[in-house]
């Protein structure tokens, strides 16, 4: 095969370095625009699995990048506040291996030289058009600026998104013992470190601080200043040098072409297009604070050379690098995408403790949990346990999720909430033993707070025939049974979520068609403006006064009602694009009157919803509300507008805010993943609920223990209510207990259940055959297995 290459990194040259050694007739041509000693940059780190990777491929290179190799256990934090007063913590069993970037790349340079590849230095790639057509595969391995990627935009699609933190890369001959993280203080914000030892003389130094801190220290006076190319901003190194001289302890900062940068989170649709295939920056970035571009650009090296040594035609190949390298590639910008973020608001983690602000520091990405740093540190996982136990004047030796907690006047035993989820198998809106089994088996599977699904305030405020509503009397004394097996026969609290359908209204049960209209015995929809939900979705009628006062009655009523029958709590559902949400987003909300426009108008009926509620409900009745802290929508609310809603129903009263996102249009581009909504939780705590003394719930797929725990013992929220895995598990609380080995106050067993703690013995998994356990961990004795960065097993 005749490949060219475009761009001498260590992505291509080490592409270049496979193809060779897996067969040496491939005829390979490297271009590349900088001299063989140039590089930029100093250290680069790699994971086990990476290095694991790289030994099974090519053994020399392996063997010479170890000589180099500067490893470590440990992550060091030290916490500067703005007195100066600096707290220091070591965090163990880690694992990590980083060397030269200047060094790697001259192996690789004397690998291709050893193996016959032609590298052309100092000179620039040929136009692509000619390449093609000239060679049987073209590589584009040429960075994030990629020459071949901008001329074929129409086919690979990317997208650049430009964050907003700056950073400049230095270097530095102080050698740290570990992986160094500096948090401090300044008089114009948060500034932080990140540093990590590359060899026996020198250790990587990133600056790293938000824009507006950056601007207001004085560091923009360099923006419009060019400098020439391979110079660096002596500026910046002065002044850097002066804030973090305590931590430099004497010793310099080293440059090379080190200059202030946004970083930019580059994606593609489509990795390759006919013989032309991206590879590294080109096709991908992840953030520097949770992993090496280098490393990411050899893994997708040996991808791509193993793809094209198993599959017999180049289109295969390709299709088959993609499908196995982007899955894993997003993965780890789902991960480093959340890093960035937190570090783009660590200054609104100012007031936390210092051992929570480092747990919360570690588990920011949510791939290192609080389980994870158990098993690597034992000693720095028990203190965060007692220090947060503590802080909430719980109970000692109980897992974060077993601690009590209040939400206004009422207290609960723990922290886990059943999620309200509709169940549509009402009658009438009556609730039936479906929903006394439902609620009352969370009840006594042991979560501390139970919530009905949203509990309709009119016949047509439904969602679908088969949603409950607590309308009038008859309602009102089913539910009052339903309330009364909680509070008799567990320790659980219950609440009542209380809605509207709004424009989402009149639609079959969700598994008859979800939002699909009925298809008959429709009713009509209200909402803020006549606009439909979706494609196929009814065309709302835009409320009147008379409609918006008849609403209010209809909530006040209910939530009257609610309490009769009980209920320790009301919570008022202004998400997912139902009556309330559809007044706050502007995707739905396009009035012209005082409830349309600015954020403050759409604001002003669900404030008078709540004002209304929270004057007919006793004052010891928590009053809660749930919203949509971002569309997920071009056009629709941001996080920022989440946190002004989340600060004006605060200011009115709500006792918590249950945050979750998105549902207000059937354009929304969600970014799903793992406790994907955490995030807007955490901000909305830290930057009002917390100050504020009003707790903050998080949703949205979370479904661990483990999971739960970290998010509480980070400071994220204050409660967890989990859906689906109620849905598993009606017991999921106690089994979590069981499984933590906790057996204390928040983790009861009904008295009937008390043997059920521990695991019938048939059930233990102690001892397993050889051959099982080695397919529980992936590895099949029959399978021949070849190195692959994802971890694959291949026959």
Known sequence: MKIAIAGGGPGGLYFATLMKTLDPSHDITVWERNAPDDTFGFGVVFSDETLGSIEG??????????????????????????????????????????????????????????????????????????????????????????????????????????????YIWFGTDLVFEAFQFFVKQTEWGTMQIHGYPFSESGSTFIVEMHEDVWRRAGLDRTESETFPPGTSDEYAVERIAAIFADELQGHEILTNNSKWLNFHTVRNESW?????????????????????????????????????HEHPTLEEALEAYQTERKPVVESTQRAAQASLEWFENIGMYADQAPAQFVFNLLTRSRRITFENLRERDAEFAARMEAEFARSQHGEDGAPAMFQPVRIGDLELKNRVILSPMDMYSATDGMPDDFHLVHLGSKALGGAGLVMTEMTCVSPEGRISPGCPGIWNDAQRDAWSRVAAFVHERTTARIGMQLGHSGRKGSTKLMWEGMDEPLDEGNWEVLAPSPIAYGAGCHVPREATRADLDAVVADFVASAERAVQ???????????????????????????????????????????????????????????????????????????????????????????AID?????????????????????????????????AGVRVIAVGAISSYDDVNSILLAGRADLCALGRAHLYDPNWALHAAAEQEYAGPGADWPDMWAAGRRRPP???????????QLLREGVDDRVHLRWTPAGTVRT
Not at 272 to 296: C, E, M, Q, W, Y
Request: charged share 25%; proline share 5%.
């Open 565 to 655: 029958a009980g209920f320790d709590l009301i919570e008022l559902h202004a998400a997912h694009g139902y009556l309330l949400s559809s007044f706050l987003s502007p995707v739905s909300n396009q009035r012209t009157d005082d409830y349309g426009g600015s954020l403050e108008n759409r604001m002003r009926f669900p404030l008078e919803v709540f004002d209304a509620v929270r004057a007919a409900v006793p004052g010891h009745v928590p009053v809660t509300v749930r919203i949509s802290a971002t569309d997920w929508m071009p056009d629709g609310n941001t996080d920022e507008d989440g946190v002004e809603i989340a600060r004006a129903f605060i200011e009115h009263g709500a006792a």
């Open 659 to 691: 945050v979750s996102t998105g549902q207000v249009s059937k354009d929304e581009k969600p970014a799903f993943g793992r406790s994907y909504q955490t995030p807007f939780a955490d901000k909305i705590r830290h930057r009002v609920a917390a100050p």
């Open 57 to 166: 491929a090519d053994r020399v290179v392996h063997e010479r990048m170890e000589k180099r190799f500067a490893r470590w256990t440990d992550i060091d934090v030290a916490v500067t506040d703005r007195e100066g007063d600096t707290q220091s913590f070591t965090v163990g069993g880690q694992g990590f291996a980083a060397m030269s970037r200047k060094e790697l790349l001259q192996i690789l340079q004397e690998r291709v030289a050893e193996l016959g590849v032609t590298v052309h230095y100092r000179t620039e790639t040929p136009d692509p058009d000619e390449l093609r057509s000239s060679y049987d595969l073209v590589l584009a391995s040429d960075g994030l600026n990629s020459q071949i990627r901008t001329k074929y935009a129409d086919r690979f699609r990317p997208s650049l998104d430009r964050r907003h933190n700056k």
């Open 272 to 308: 390759h297009d006919g013989n032309v295939v991206l590879l590294g920056d080109a096709a991908h970035t992840a953030h520097f604070s949770i992993g090496s571009g280098t490393k990411l650009a050899m893994e997708d090296a040996l991808a791509l050379a193993a793809c094209l």
């Open 762 to 772: 048939t059930s233990r998994t102690d001892k397993i055959p050889p051959r099982l």
